[in-house]
């Protein structure tokens, strides 16, 4: 890989694909012989995904983890005890990311569903921010969520919204494996 500017990318709004966009990059990616990185915030470590199969095939140049902390995937939200359980476990977490970008361990890092943190406060702007800063110039950053915040879409180099016009989780389609996980 030639010394290219890593962008920051930033995947947000209320329609389903920004995790499907992030991954189609990283498809990519690693199809050009790249290395990857990516975090899951939000996602629970034990539902299996097909994108968490991916793991298996590239074992040497991507690095896949998820963050285990009892987030519910419904409506309803989660506990004061769940969100406290989350920004101590993004805290534990961050160490690694941080590394991850500013070393160039990886080509292209993936923070999915960090926006979303950022919004309802389980990460601050400034821990963010800093991160921005800390990354290392090649290195490609992707950050996924509902919720962008004005200062990372300003910081950002690329922004994408992505709308929900039409769902048929509304008609009452469940997820289905393969598709959605």
């Not at 975090?39 to 995904?49: H, N, R, Y």
């Not at 923070?111 to 800063?133: A, F, G, H």
């Amino acid at each position: 890989m030639g010394k290219e500017r890593g962008l920051v990318q930033v995947y947000t709004g209320k329609g389903k694909g920004k995790t499907t966009a992030a991954v189609g990059l990283a498809v990519r990616a690693l199809g050009w012989g790249r290395r990857v990185y990516v975090c899951q915030f939000l996602k629970p470590a034990g539902i299996k995904s097909g994108e968490m199969c991916l793991i298996e095939k590239f074992p040497q140049r991507l690095r896949w983890e998820r963050i285990e902390n009892g987030w519910p995937l419904t409506k309803g939200g989660p506990s004061k005890e769940v969100r406290e359980k989350m920004r101590a476990a993004i805290a534990e977490i961050w160490p690694r990311i941080v590394k991850a970008l500013s070393e160039r361990e990886y080509d292209l890092v993936i923070l999915d569903e960090i926006n979303y943190c950022l919004s309802e406060r389980l990460i601050d702007w400034p821990t963010v921010k800093q991160l921005l800063e800390k990354k290392h110039p090649e290195v490609e950053l992707v950050l996924t969520g509902r919720g962008a915040s004005r200062e990372l879409i300003k910081a950002a180099d690329l922004v994408s919204e992505v709308l929900d016009i039409k769902h048929p989780y509304r008609t009452g389609t469940i997820a289905r494996k393969g598709i959605e996980y």
